[in-house]
């Protein structure tokens, strides 16, 4: 193992494990897995044994998060010194950054800036090259704002999935492969972008019998950029379920998707139902189908949504007004 991170003088500053997920916003137990099954970072122990993290351990923490998040293995990164990761990460923004041609890339309306990246990832999808999906969707996720990988490039994506469903150019199994990765670096995302402490919580699901996570999903990754805490549990989960996880002290929402109302045999019933078990202060948010959202505006304790945009700034709005104690 090249430890060429370990920490240099020994009035080197040195951080316990909280201060190392706060500053890396990479979980304890993926830090100690990690460590333990790849070596990819050797914190120092305390007299007690605790971990003890150096900056450049912290820089290296960074470097590995978004190295991972950008499609590498942290299997084939873990034995590479820290300058070889930094080497590695520059290369990979000068990959992802946009040629000068069409800066600013930001600006641009988010459901146009990634027609390529789309073109590509639905051929990897047609050929079941889950690794290069995988690649190319971290790549995306390192160039564009949060807002720009959800509304500019995995909303299109998901739909040009159903478009081609259609068409028969893919099947149900290649659709499944596709949804397999996308579910997969979200949660990357959701984890790297989740902030530490006391921030609320907020439950992110769909109501029985709708089975389209990606909505709810995308509502979780939404919620961690405005700085709330998300709970995401799936789709398809019954009313009395939603309810209890809203019973936790620090929720203080529960937002729903609805992609396809007729899969719930009385969309209007359920979320009445879960209005009446969810306690009355913890905010229900719906977005979905437009079908849905007409129910869901008939339906009183309901706020509905059109956008993540706008869930994400009645969120942001309202983060700093809700206390949470620890
Ligand atoms: C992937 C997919 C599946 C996968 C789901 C995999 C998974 N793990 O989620 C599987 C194979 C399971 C599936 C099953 C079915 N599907 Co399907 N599916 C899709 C597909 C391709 C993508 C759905 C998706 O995730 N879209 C991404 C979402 C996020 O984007 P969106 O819907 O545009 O949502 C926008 C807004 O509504 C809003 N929003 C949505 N949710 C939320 C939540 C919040 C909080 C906020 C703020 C905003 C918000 O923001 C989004 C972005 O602008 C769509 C095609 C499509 N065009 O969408 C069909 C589609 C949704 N399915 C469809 C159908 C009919 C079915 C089946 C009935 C097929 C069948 N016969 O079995 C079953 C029903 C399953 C069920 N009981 O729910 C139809 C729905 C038709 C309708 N209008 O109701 C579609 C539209 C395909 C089609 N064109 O016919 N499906």
Redesign the pocket.
């Known amino acids: 193992m090249i430890s060429d991170h370990r920490s240099g003088s020994a009035t080197e500053p040195l951080f316990p494990v909280r201060v190392a997920v706060s500053r890396t916003g990479v979980a304890a137990h993926l830090l100690r897995a990690w460590e333990r099954r790849y070596g990819a970072v050797e914190p120092d122990r305390s007299r007690g044994g605790q971990r003890r993290y150096s900056e450049r351990e912290i820089e290296r923490i960074r470097l590995l998060r978004d190295l991972v998040a950008a499609g590498h293995s942290i299997g084939s990164i873990a034995h590479r010194s820290t300058d070889e990761l930094r080497e590695l990460m520059a290369a990979e923004r000068e990959l992802a950054s946009p040629s000068p041609v069409d800066t600013p890339v930001r600006e641009r309306r988010a459901d146009t800036l990634f027609h390529e990246e789309l073109g590509t990832a639905m051929s990897a999808v047609e050929d079941r090259d889950t690794a290069s999906l995988r690649a190319l969707l971290g790549r995306v996720a390192l160039s564009a704002t949060s807002f720009g990988f959800v509304?500019g490039f995995i909303?299109p994506l998901?739909?040009e999935?159903?478009s081609a469903?259609?068409r028969g150019s893919i099947g149900?199994a290649e659709?499944h492969l596709a949804?397999a990765v996308i579910?997969e670096v979200l949660g990357v995302q959701i984890q790297a972008a989740e902030l530490p402490g006391a921030v609320p919580g907020v439950v992110c699901t769909t109501p029985s019998?709708?089975?389209?996570?990606?909505?709810?999903l995308?509502?979780a990754l939404t919620a961690a950029h405005a700085g709330w805490r998300p709970i995401y549990a799936g789709?398809d989960l019954p009313s009395v379920e939603i309810a209890r996880l809203a019973e936790s002290p620090d929720v203080r929402a529960v937002?729903?998707?609805v992609?396809?109302?007729?899969?719930s045999s009385s969309l209007e019933d359920l979320l009445a139902e879960v209005r009446r078990a969810t306690p009355a202060s913890v905010k229900l948010?719906l977005?979905?189908?437009p079908a849905a959202v007409r129910t869901g505006t008939a339906t009183p304790g309901f706020s509905v949504?059109e956008?993540?945009e706008?869930?994400r700034d009645v969120l942001a709005e309202s983060a700093s007004l809700l206390r949470v104690d620890t």
Do not use: D
């Not at 019998?209 to 709810?216: K, P």
């Open positions: 509304q909303v998901l739909r999935l159903g469903w259609k149900v659709e949804s579910r019998g709708q089975l389209h996570e990606f909505g709810a995308l509502a789709p937002a729903l998707s992609l396809h109302p007729s899969a948010y977005g979905g189908h949504l956008s993540y706008e869930f």
